[in-house]
Protein backbone atom coordinates (compact mmCIF):
# COMPACT_ATOMS: atom_id res chain seq x y z
CA UNK A 1 0.00 0.00 0.00
CA UNK A 2 1.31 3.22 -0.85
CA UNK A 3 1.18 5.55 2.11
CA UNK A 4 -1.26 8.29 1.12
CA UNK A 5 -0.71 11.91 1.78
CA UNK A 6 -1.79 12.68 5.16
CA UNK A 7 -3.02 16.97 5.86
CA UNK A 8 -3.96 17.69 9.42
CA UNK A 9 -6.27 20.74 10.66
CA UNK A 10 -7.28 21.34 14.51
CA UNK A 11 -10.73 20.75 15.85
CA UNK A 12 -13.24 23.33 15.56
CA UNK A 13 -13.46 23.43 19.26
CA UNK A 14 -9.38 23.72 19.46
CA UNK A 15 -7.89 27.32 21.18
CA UNK A 16 -4.65 28.44 21.10
CA UNK A 17 -2.91 31.23 23.12
CA UNK A 18 0.08 32.59 24.38
CA UNK A 19 1.28 32.78 20.64
CA UNK A 20 0.46 28.89 20.21
CA UNK A 21 2.63 27.79 23.18
CA UNK A 22 -1.15 26.89 24.93
CA UNK A 23 -3.47 24.72 22.90
CA UNK A 24 -6.67 23.73 24.71
CA UNK A 25 -9.34 21.20 22.85
CA UNK A 26 -9.98 17.42 22.82
CA UNK A 27 -13.15 15.82 25.01
CA UNK A 28 -12.51 15.18 27.40
CA UNK A 29 -10.59 18.56 27.55
CA UNK A 30 -7.06 18.84 27.80
CA UNK A 31 -4.26 21.46 28.20
CA UNK A 32 -1.18 21.25 26.24
CA UNK A 33 2.03 23.17 26.51
CA UNK A 34 4.27 23.90 23.61
CA UNK A 35 7.89 24.88 22.91
CA UNK A 36 8.25 27.82 20.82
CA UNK A 37 9.58 25.00 18.23
CA UNK A 38 6.39 22.93 18.34
CA UNK A 39 3.95 26.09 18.76
CA UNK A 40 5.90 26.95 15.19
CA UNK A 41 5.82 23.42 14.00
CA UNK A 42 2.13 22.68 14.76
CA UNK A 43 1.19 26.40 13.15
CA UNK A 44 3.04 25.24 10.05
CA UNK A 45 0.84 21.79 9.69
CA UNK A 46 -2.00 22.76 10.33
CA UNK A 47 -1.72 25.28 7.29
CA UNK A 48 -0.20 22.87 5.22
CA UNK A 49 3.41 22.20 5.72
CA UNK A 50 3.98 18.67 5.14
CA UNK A 51 8.07 18.72 6.24
CA UNK A 52 10.04 16.45 7.75
CA UNK A 53 8.98 15.87 11.42
CA UNK A 54 11.40 14.80 14.16
CA UNK A 55 10.64 12.22 16.70
CA UNK A 56 9.40 14.56 18.79
CA UNK A 57 7.16 16.36 16.53
CA UNK A 58 5.70 12.72 15.83
CA UNK A 59 5.52 11.74 19.48
CA UNK A 60 3.68 15.57 20.27
CA UNK A 61 1.18 14.69 16.91
CA UNK A 62 0.56 11.62 18.04
CA UNK A 63 -0.53 13.01 21.17
CA UNK A 64 -2.55 15.83 19.94
CA UNK A 65 -4.44 12.83 17.26
CA UNK A 66 -5.21 10.81 20.36
CA UNK A 67 -6.92 13.64 22.10
CA UNK A 68 -8.98 14.74 19.47
CA UNK A 69 -7.32 18.17 18.97
CA UNK A 70 -5.85 17.44 15.98
CA UNK A 71 -7.61 15.40 12.91
CA UNK A 72 -5.38 13.36 9.93
CA UNK A 73 -7.28 13.72 6.99
CA UNK A 74 -5.57 11.72 4.21
CA UNK A 75 -5.68 12.23 0.93
CA UNK A 76 -8.04 8.83 -1.05
CA UNK A 77 -5.52 7.01 -2.38
CA UNK A 78 -6.94 5.81 -5.91
CA UNK A 79 -7.49 1.75 -6.20
CA UNK A 80 -4.28 0.69 -7.82
CA UNK A 81 -2.18 1.76 -4.68
CA UNK A 82 -4.51 0.82 -2.04
CA UNK A 83 -4.63 -2.42 -0.51
CA UNK A 84 -7.34 -5.03 -1.90
CA UNK A 85 -10.82 -4.84 0.31
CA UNK A 86 -13.93 -7.77 0.90
CA UNK A 87 -17.18 -5.93 1.17
CA UNK A 88 -19.60 -7.66 3.51
CA UNK A 89 -23.22 -7.06 3.66
CA UNK A 90 -25.66 -8.89 5.93
CA UNK A 91 -29.44 -9.06 4.74
CA UNK A 92 -32.19 -10.17 5.15
CA UNK A 93 -35.59 -10.23 2.95
CA UNK A 94 -34.30 -7.09 1.03
CA UNK A 95 -33.63 -8.01 -2.10
CA UNK A 96 -34.91 -4.56 -3.56
CA UNK A 97 -32.70 -2.43 -1.03
CA UNK A 98 -29.55 -5.16 -1.69
CA UNK A 99 -30.16 -4.60 -5.75
CA UNK A 100 -29.89 -0.65 -5.01
CA UNK A 101 -27.00 -0.67 -2.58
CA UNK A 102 -24.71 -2.92 -5.08
CA UNK A 103 -25.63 -0.56 -7.98
CA UNK A 104 -24.61 2.59 -6.28
CA UNK A 105 -21.24 0.75 -5.15
CA UNK A 106 -21.23 0.07 -9.42
CA UNK A 107 -22.01 3.96 -9.81
CA UNK A 108 -19.52 5.05 -7.54
CA UNK A 109 -16.52 3.95 -9.49
CA UNK A 110 -15.02 2.76 -5.74
CA UNK A 111 -15.84 -1.17 -6.00
CA UNK A 112 -14.29 -3.38 -3.58
CA UNK A 113 -12.22 -6.24 -4.41
CA UNK A 114 -14.41 -8.96 -3.40
CA UNK A 115 -18.36 -8.73 -2.36
CA UNK A 116 -19.45 -11.31 0.22
CA UNK A 117 -23.63 -10.99 0.95
CA UNK A 118 -24.93 -13.04 3.90
CA UNK A 119 -28.64 -14.09 3.58
CA UNK A 120 -29.23 -13.96 7.23
CA UNK A 121 -32.37 -16.94 7.18
CA UNK A 122 -34.77 -15.28 4.20
CA UNK A 123 -37.61 -16.02 3.76
CA UNK A 124 -36.98 -16.02 -0.08
CA UNK A 125 -33.01 -17.30 -0.58
CA UNK A 126 -33.88 -16.87 -4.45
CA UNK A 127 -34.36 -13.39 -4.48
CA UNK A 128 -30.82 -12.42 -2.84
CA UNK A 129 -29.48 -15.14 -4.97
CA UNK A 130 -30.41 -13.42 -8.21
CA UNK A 131 -29.62 -10.03 -7.07
CA UNK A 132 -26.02 -11.32 -6.02
CA UNK A 133 -25.27 -13.13 -9.72
CA UNK A 134 -26.21 -9.87 -11.39
CA UNK A 135 -23.71 -8.02 -9.25
CA UNK A 136 -20.88 -10.32 -8.97
CA UNK A 137 -21.33 -10.74 -5.61
CA UNK A 138 -20.71 -13.84 -3.43
CA UNK A 139 -23.30 -14.91 -1.71
CA UNK A 140 -23.59 -17.13 2.15
CA UNK A 141 -26.51 -18.08 3.35
CA UNK A 142 -27.52 -18.80 7.45
CA UNK A 143 -30.49 -21.23 7.39
CA UNK A 144 -31.18 -19.81 10.78
CA UNK A 145 -31.31 -16.07 11.52
CA UNK A 146 -28.31 -15.01 14.14
CA UNK A 147 -29.47 -11.22 13.70
CA UNK A 148 -26.87 -8.76 12.01
CA UNK A 149 -23.72 -9.45 13.96
CA UNK A 150 -23.90 -13.13 13.45
CA UNK A 151 -24.12 -12.39 9.72
CA UNK A 152 -21.46 -10.00 9.23
CA UNK A 153 -18.88 -12.61 11.17
CA UNK A 154 -19.75 -15.27 8.73
CA UNK A 155 -19.01 -12.63 5.99
CA UNK A 156 -15.67 -11.83 7.78
CA UNK A 157 -14.54 -15.40 8.11
CA UNK A 158 -15.01 -16.09 4.66
CA UNK A 159 -14.12 -13.01 2.79
CA UNK A 160 -10.55 -13.24 1.63
CA UNK A 161 -8.28 -9.99 2.16
CA UNK A 162 -7.43 -8.34 5.49
CA UNK A 163 -9.19 -5.20 4.97
CA UNK A 164 -12.92 -6.11 5.22
CA UNK A 165 -15.76 -3.25 4.73
CA UNK A 166 -19.07 -4.02 6.72
CA UNK A 167 -21.85 -2.16 4.39
CA UNK A 168 -25.67 -2.72 6.17
CA UNK A 169 -28.06 -3.41 3.41
CA UNK A 170 -30.38 -0.51 3.62
CA UNK A 171 -27.77 1.76 2.41
CA UNK A 172 -26.35 3.41 -0.92
CA UNK A 173 -22.92 4.66 -1.10
CA UNK A 174 -21.41 7.81 -2.91
CA UNK A 175 -18.02 8.39 -5.05
CA UNK A 176 -14.72 8.24 -3.17
CA UNK A 177 -16.71 6.24 -0.03
CA UNK A 178 -14.25 3.52 -0.06
CA UNK A 179 -10.86 5.19 -0.92
CA UNK A 180 -11.66 8.25 1.82
CA UNK A 181 -11.72 5.26 4.57
CA UNK A 182 -8.96 3.02 3.14
CA UNK A 183 -6.34 5.96 3.87
CA UNK A 184 -7.23 5.96 7.40
CA UNK A 185 -5.55 2.65 7.81
CA UNK A 186 -2.02 4.03 6.66
CA UNK A 187 -1.58 4.57 10.36
CA UNK A 188 -0.95 1.25 11.81
CA UNK A 189 -2.92 2.04 15.09
CA UNK A 190 -6.22 2.45 13.32
CA UNK A 191 -8.17 -0.65 13.53
CA UNK A 192 -11.15 1.10 12.25
CA UNK A 193 -12.76 3.39 10.46
CA UNK A 194 -16.29 4.76 10.05
CA UNK A 195 -17.95 6.56 7.71
CA UNK A 196 -21.32 9.13 7.66
CA UNK A 197 -24.60 7.58 7.80
CA UNK A 198 -26.81 10.34 6.48
CA UNK A 199 -31.01 9.97 6.39
CA UNK A 200 -31.40 9.63 2.99
CA UNK A 201 -33.91 12.21 0.99
CA UNK A 202 -37.66 11.04 1.52
CA UNK A 203 -41.16 12.94 1.56
CA UNK A 204 -42.77 13.72 4.55
CA UNK A 205 -42.41 15.63 7.91
CA UNK A 206 -40.41 12.20 9.70
CA UNK A 207 -38.49 12.14 6.18
CA UNK A 208 -37.44 16.03 7.35
CA UNK A 209 -37.27 14.65 10.78
CA UNK A 210 -34.69 12.51 10.31
CA UNK A 211 -32.52 14.40 7.98
CA UNK A 212 -31.95 16.45 11.02
CA UNK A 213 -32.05 14.53 13.86
CA UNK A 214 -30.86 11.15 12.69
CA UNK A 215 -29.31 8.82 15.55
CA UNK A 216 -27.15 7.07 13.32
CA UNK A 217 -25.60 10.79 11.49
CA UNK A 218 -22.70 11.88 13.88
CA UNK A 219 -22.39 15.30 12.18
CA UNK A 220 -19.66 16.88 10.35
CA UNK A 221 -16.77 16.87 12.78
CA UNK A 222 -14.21 14.06 12.73
CA UNK A 223 -12.83 12.32 15.83
CA UNK A 224 -11.10 9.18 17.74
CA UNK A 225 -13.96 7.12 18.81
CA UNK A 226 -14.81 5.16 22.34
CA UNK A 227 -16.70 6.06 25.43
CA UNK A 228 -16.28 9.43 27.58
CA UNK A 229 -15.65 11.07 23.61
CA UNK A 230 -17.16 13.81 21.86
CA UNK A 231 -18.15 10.70 19.43
CA UNK A 232 -18.57 8.00 21.58
CA UNK A 233 -19.95 5.00 19.36
CA UNK A 234 -20.42 4.37 15.48
CA UNK A 235 -22.71 2.67 13.59
CA UNK A 236 -21.70 -0.19 11.37
CA UNK A 237 -24.03 0.52 8.65
CA UNK A 238 -20.30 1.52 7.28
CA UNK A 239 -17.53 0.26 8.96
CA UNK A 240 -14.08 -0.46 7.74
CA UNK A 241 -12.06 -2.65 10.15
CA UNK A 242 -8.70 -4.82 9.82
CA UNK A 243 -10.00 -8.64 9.79
CA UNK A 244 -6.67 -9.65 12.27
CA UNK A 245 -8.55 -6.86 15.16
CA UNK A 246 -11.49 -7.77 14.52
CA UNK A 247 -11.13 -11.34 15.46
CA UNK A 248 -8.79 -10.88 17.94
CA UNK A 249 -11.36 -8.90 19.65
CA UNK A 250 -13.66 -10.93 19.83
CA UNK A 251 -16.11 -10.15 17.07
CA UNK A 252 -19.84 -9.73 17.02
CA UNK A 253 -21.48 -10.81 20.19
CA UNK A 254 -24.05 -12.63 19.00
CA UNK A 255 -26.44 -12.07 21.88
CA UNK A 256 -26.86 -8.65 20.65
CA UNK A 257 -29.24 -7.91 18.44
CA UNK A 258 -28.87 -4.40 19.28
CA UNK A 259 -26.07 -2.28 20.04
CA UNK A 260 -23.58 -5.01 18.72
CA UNK A 261 -21.47 -2.50 17.06
CA UNK A 262 -21.74 0.16 19.81
CA UNK A 263 -20.11 -3.30 21.63
CA UNK A 264 -17.62 -4.29 19.24
CA UNK A 265 -16.14 -1.01 18.26
CA UNK A 266 -15.37 -0.31 22.16
CA UNK A 267 -13.90 -3.78 22.63
CA UNK A 268 -11.23 -2.70 19.72
CA UNK A 269 -10.71 0.21 21.77
CA UNK A 270 -10.15 -1.51 25.10
CA UNK A 271 -8.00 -4.07 23.70
CA UNK A 272 -5.69 -0.35 22.77
CA UNK A 273 -6.99 0.07 18.91
CA UNK A 274 -7.80 3.47 17.10
CA UNK A 275 -11.28 3.72 16.07
CA UNK A 276 -11.98 6.94 13.45
CA UNK A 277 -15.20 8.88 12.59
CA UNK A 278 -14.75 9.97 8.92
CA UNK A 279 -17.75 12.29 7.93
CA UNK A 280 -16.10 13.25 5.16
CA UNK A 281 -17.63 9.51 3.75
CA UNK A 282 -21.26 9.48 3.51
CA UNK A 283 -23.57 6.77 3.11
CA UNK A 284 -27.06 6.96 2.63
CA UNK A 285 -29.59 5.55 4.90
CA UNK A 286 -33.10 5.20 4.27
CA UNK A 287 -35.75 5.84 7.22
CA UNK A 288 -38.51 4.17 8.80
CA UNK A 289 -41.68 4.46 6.65
CA UNK A 290 -43.96 4.94 9.27
CA UNK A 291 -44.28 6.72 12.90
CA UNK A 292 -44.78 2.53 14.83
CA UNK A 293 -42.01 1.84 12.71
CA UNK A 294 -39.76 4.65 13.86
CA UNK A 295 -40.80 4.65 17.29
CA UNK A 296 -40.45 1.08 17.74
CA UNK A 297 -36.77 1.27 16.53
CA UNK A 298 -35.83 3.96 18.83
CA UNK A 299 -37.25 1.95 21.65
CA UNK A 300 -35.14 -0.97 20.23
CA UNK A 301 -31.84 1.24 20.51
CA UNK A 302 -32.76 1.86 24.61
CA UNK A 303 -33.16 -1.47 24.88
CA UNK A 304 -29.70 -1.93 23.93
CA UNK A 305 -28.19 0.11 27.33
CA UNK A 306 -28.85 -2.74 29.50
CA UNK A 307 -27.19 -5.29 28.33
CA UNK A 308 -23.89 -2.73 26.88
CA UNK A 309 -23.71 -1.92 30.86
CA UNK A 310 -22.88 -5.68 31.31
CA UNK A 311 -20.02 -5.58 29.29
CA UNK A 312 -18.75 -1.53 29.62
CA UNK A 313 -19.90 -0.87 33.06
CA UNK A 314 -19.85 2.92 33.86
CA UNK A 315 -20.00 3.91 29.78
CA UNK A 316 -23.23 4.67 29.57
CA UNK A 317 -23.94 6.78 32.32
CA UNK A 318 -26.87 9.67 31.14
CA UNK A 319 -24.87 12.33 32.90
CA UNK A 320 -21.37 12.72 34.44
CA UNK A 321 -20.87 15.74 36.50
CA UNK A 322 -18.09 16.99 39.08
CA UNK A 323 -19.72 17.94 42.53
CA UNK A 324 -19.29 21.32 42.13
CA UNK A 325 -21.42 21.60 38.53
CA UNK A 326 -24.01 19.45 40.43
CA UNK A 327 -24.44 22.03 43.00
CA UNK A 328 -24.75 24.61 40.57
CA UNK A 329 -27.40 22.59 38.35
CA UNK A 330 -29.18 21.66 41.56
CA UNK A 331 -28.89 25.64 42.70
CA UNK A 332 -30.70 26.16 39.21
CA UNK A 333 -33.29 23.43 39.13
CA UNK A 334 -34.57 24.62 42.94
CA UNK A 335 -34.82 27.96 42.09
CA UNK A 336 -32.18 29.89 42.81
CA UNK A 337 -30.06 31.35 40.07
CA UNK A 338 -28.12 33.78 42.25
CA UNK A 339 -26.51 31.35 44.37
CA UNK A 340 -25.73 29.38 41.13
CA UNK A 341 -24.39 31.87 39.42
CA UNK A 342 -21.80 32.83 42.68
CA UNK A 343 -20.61 29.64 42.76
CA UNK A 344 -20.03 28.85 39.43
CA UNK A 345 -17.73 31.99 39.14
CA UNK A 346 -16.28 30.93 42.40
CA UNK A 347 -15.40 27.63 41.41
CA UNK A 348 -14.00 29.12 37.44
CA UNK A 349 -12.04 31.77 39.14
CA UNK A 350 -9.22 29.88 40.60
CA UNK A 351 -8.63 28.35 37.09
CA UNK A 352 -6.93 31.81 36.08
CA UNK A 353 -4.13 30.35 38.61
CA UNK A 354 -4.31 26.68 37.63
CA UNK A 355 -4.34 26.98 33.87
CA UNK A 356 -1.16 29.36 33.29
CA UNK A 357 -0.90 30.97 29.35
CA UNK A 358 -4.68 31.36 29.02
CA UNK A 359 -6.08 34.61 29.16
CA UNK A 360 -7.93 35.29 32.76
CA UNK A 361 -10.57 35.84 31.05
CA UNK A 362 -10.87 33.13 29.00
CA UNK A 363 -9.44 30.30 31.69
CA UNK A 364 -12.80 31.93 33.50
CA UNK A 365 -14.87 30.98 30.43
CA UNK A 366 -13.42 27.35 30.66
CA UNK A 367 -14.86 26.92 33.85
CA UNK A 368 -17.96 28.75 33.16
CA UNK A 369 -18.68 27.01 30.10
CA UNK A 370 -18.14 23.53 31.69
CA UNK A 371 -20.93 24.30 34.56
CA UNK A 372 -23.36 24.87 31.55
CA UNK A 373 -22.80 22.17 29.87
CA UNK A 374 -23.44 19.82 32.99
CA UNK A 375 -26.54 21.77 33.04
CA UNK A 376 -27.57 21.07 29.05
CA UNK A 377 -26.52 17.60 29.95
CA UNK A 378 -28.57 17.43 32.70
CA UNK A 379 -31.58 18.34 31.02
CA UNK A 380 -30.94 15.82 28.07
CA UNK A 381 -30.83 13.30 30.50
CA UNK A 382 -34.34 14.42 32.01
CA UNK A 383 -35.83 14.37 28.97
CA UNK A 384 -34.82 11.76 27.31
CA UNK A 385 -33.51 8.84 29.79
CA UNK A 386 -35.17 10.09 33.17
CA UNK A 387 -38.57 11.43 32.25
CA UNK A 388 -40.95 8.55 34.30
CA UNK A 389 -38.83 9.89 37.16
CA UNK A 390 -39.49 13.47 35.71
CA UNK A 391 -43.35 12.68 35.21
CA UNK A 392 -43.64 11.36 38.43
CA UNK A 393 -42.55 14.44 39.95
CA UNK A 394 -44.45 16.57 38.49
CA UNK A 395 -47.84 15.54 39.37
CA UNK A 396 -46.64 14.25 42.77
CA UNK A 397 -46.29 17.55 45.03
CA UNK A 398 -46.00 21.42 44.73
CA UNK A 399 -42.77 20.37 46.32
CA UNK A 400 -40.96 18.62 43.31
CA UNK A 401 -43.34 20.52 40.34
CA UNK A 402 -41.12 23.07 39.71
CA UNK A 403 -37.68 21.60 40.03
CA UNK A 404 -38.51 19.21 37.85
CA UNK A 405 -40.26 21.99 35.72
CA UNK A 406 -37.20 23.73 35.57
CA UNK A 407 -34.82 20.58 34.44
CA UNK A 408 -37.80 19.46 31.62
CA UNK A 409 -37.48 22.40 30.13
CA UNK A 410 -33.51 23.15 30.19
CA UNK A 411 -33.77 19.36 28.32
CA UNK A 412 -36.52 20.46 25.97
CA UNK A 413 -34.34 23.86 25.15
CA UNK A 414 -31.38 21.54 24.82
CA UNK A 415 -33.12 19.33 22.02
CA UNK A 416 -33.89 22.29 20.67
CA UNK A 417 -30.50 23.29 20.04
CA UNK A 418 -28.71 20.54 20.53
CA UNK A 419 -26.54 20.57 17.03
CA UNK A 420 -25.72 24.24 16.86
CA UNK A 421 -28.95 25.55 14.88
CA UNK A 422 -32.23 25.12 16.13
CA UNK A 423 -34.36 22.42 15.19
CA UNK A 424 -38.02 23.57 13.52
CA UNK A 425 -40.19 24.37 15.86
CA UNK A 426 -42.51 22.15 14.00
CA UNK A 427 -40.07 18.76 14.57
CA UNK A 428 -40.11 19.20 18.02
CA UNK A 429 -42.90 17.09 18.95
CA UNK A 430 -41.20 14.26 17.05
CA UNK A 431 -38.05 15.24 19.02
CA UNK A 432 -40.22 14.65 22.27
CA UNK A 433 -41.51 11.41 20.93
CA UNK A 434 -38.11 10.34 19.83
CA UNK A 435 -36.82 11.00 23.06
CA UNK A 436 -39.71 9.51 25.02
CA UNK A 437 -39.50 6.02 22.73
CA UNK A 438 -35.57 5.93 23.34
CA UNK A 439 -36.06 6.65 27.01
CA UNK A 440 -39.04 4.08 27.28
CA UNK A 441 -36.36 0.66 26.10
CA UNK A 442 -33.94 2.16 28.41
CA UNK A 443 -36.19 1.39 31.23
CA UNK A 444 -37.08 -1.65 29.65
CA UNK A 445 -34.17 -3.18 29.03
CA UNK A 446 -33.27 -2.03 32.76
CA UNK A 447 -35.96 -3.95 34.35
CA UNK A 448 -35.89 -6.60 32.46
CA UNK A 449 -31.77 -7.52 33.28
CA UNK A 450 -32.21 -6.22 36.75
CA UNK A 451 -29.45 -3.30 36.03
CA UNK A 452 -29.92 0.13 37.34
CA UNK A 453 -26.48 1.65 35.62
CA UNK A 454 -27.97 3.48 32.68
CA UNK A 455 -30.16 5.17 34.91
CA UNK A 456 -28.14 6.39 37.09
CA UNK A 457 -25.57 9.91 36.91
CA UNK A 458 -22.14 9.96 37.72
CA UNK A 459 -20.23 12.12 39.72
CA UNK A 460 -16.58 12.41 40.49
CA UNK A 461 -14.48 14.90 41.05
Not at 15 to 38: E, Q
Not at 156 to 169: T, Y
Not at 173 to 191: I, K, S, Y
Not at 257 to 271: A, H, M, N, Q, Y
Amino acid sequence: MTAPAVRHRLDRTARTYDDGRVVVGGTPTRMFRLTDAGARWLDGLVHGDRGASSPATQELLDRLVVAGVVHPEPDAAPAPDRPPVSMVVPVRDRPEELAALLESVARSGDRPDEIVVVDDGSVDAAAHRAVCATHGARLERREVPGGPGAARDLGLRSANHELVVFVDSDVTVTPGWLAGLVGHLADDAVVAVAGRVRSAVVPGRLGEYERLESPLDLGDDPGPVGPGRRIGHVPAALLLVRRDAHLAAGGFDDDLRVGEDVDLVWRLVESGGVVRYEPAVVVDHRPRPDLGSWCAQRFAYGTSAAPLDLRHPDALTPWRSSPWSLAVVAAVVLGHPLVAGVLALATSVPLVRRLPGIPPVDAVRVGLEGHLAALRAAGRAAARVWWPVVLLALVASRRTRRPALRLLLVGLADRWWRRGDPIPLRDLPLAVLDDLSYGAGVWAGCLRSGRPGPLLPSVRS
